[in-house]
């Protein structure tokens, strides 16, 4: 029998199975297309997650988790970048991309040669987006469910943490979880468009890049997104 997170993500992918399949188009459809700052990535996406996710939930009749993982967030875009510019930083190593949302991260580690991939994020959406979007860039993620944010990051020589201090309750379990992964002997990188619980004093900037945003709710087209590590 199924654990129940992975019931969950196996249902899950089940129904976005069946929306990618579904004829039609418009602002409540997911398309695949190319990610803006990191064109070689495609994504399955939203036109727009709000209408997309009041559809779902309208179809469900319960509350739905906020569909993350059908847009590309800035930090996760520049990141995506910096691992294809500076492939060696995952080639040959094991990543883990932490709060993986689309698995954007995770597809850019893959592509620049990581010997392994595990995409996480408690979201069983984004779990099925991940093993969605995985395949269709033809690369191999593991995508898991489990809240992995109270250890050390197990075996992973690379941490890798897009857009993740959007709010205070996770800024508060991902600093110590990254940096405890720090500790353990991975290298950290995150990618933050400036959110305002970024712990900026606890992190030093390796790159900046302007990324074009798709994000819900956000009024420029242009972020400029730092790539950060643990001091
Ligand atoms: C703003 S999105 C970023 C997604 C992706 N990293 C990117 O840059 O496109 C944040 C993600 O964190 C996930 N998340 C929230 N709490 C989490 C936790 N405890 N462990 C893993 N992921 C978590 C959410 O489900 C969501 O997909």
Known sequence: MLAPM???????????EREIDAPGAGLDRLRLVPTPFVPEVRLHLAEDAIVWWARMEAAAGHALPAPYWAS???????????????????????????????????IAAALAGAATVTANDID?????????NARAN?????????????????????????????DRAMADRVLPFLER???????????????????????????????????????????????????
């Open 6 to 16: 992975r019931r969950a993500a196996a249902d899950a992918l089940t129904e976005l």
């Open 72 to 106: 590309a967030w800035a930090g996760g875009q520049a990141l995506a970048r910096h691992l294809l510019d500076h492939p060696e930083l995952a080639a040959g190593r094991r990543v883990l991309d932490l709060a993986a949302g689309s698995g954007l991260v995770a």
């Open 124 to 132: 069983p959406y984004a779990v099925a987006a991940v093993t969605l």
């Open 138 to 166: 033809r690369v191999t993620v593991d995508a898991t469910a489990d809240d992995l944010l109270d250890g050390t990051g197990a075996d992973a020589d690379l941490v890798v943490a897009g857009d993740v201090f959007y």
């Open 181 to 231: 992964a720090a500790a353990a002997g991975a290298d950290v990188l995150v990618g933050d468009p400036g959110r305002e619980h970024l712990p900026a004093n606890r992190l030093a900037v390796l790159a900046d890049y302007p990324v074009p945003t798709t994000e819900p709710a956000v009024d420029s087209s242009l972020r400029r997104v730092q790539v950060l590590r643990p001091v």
